[in-house]
């Protein structure tokens, strides 16, 4: 079996997730979820 961490597909979703996650860390709660 693969190990996921080694594919690059996975290491550009993480890059996304992280960069998503800073971009929207200033915003209000209600925002966050909805």
Known sequence: M???KELKIWNKAVD??????????????DEKFG
């Open 16 to 29: 996304l997730a992280v960069d998503v996650y800073k971009a929207t860390v200033s915003y209000p709660s």
């Open 2 to 4: 693969h190990n996921l």
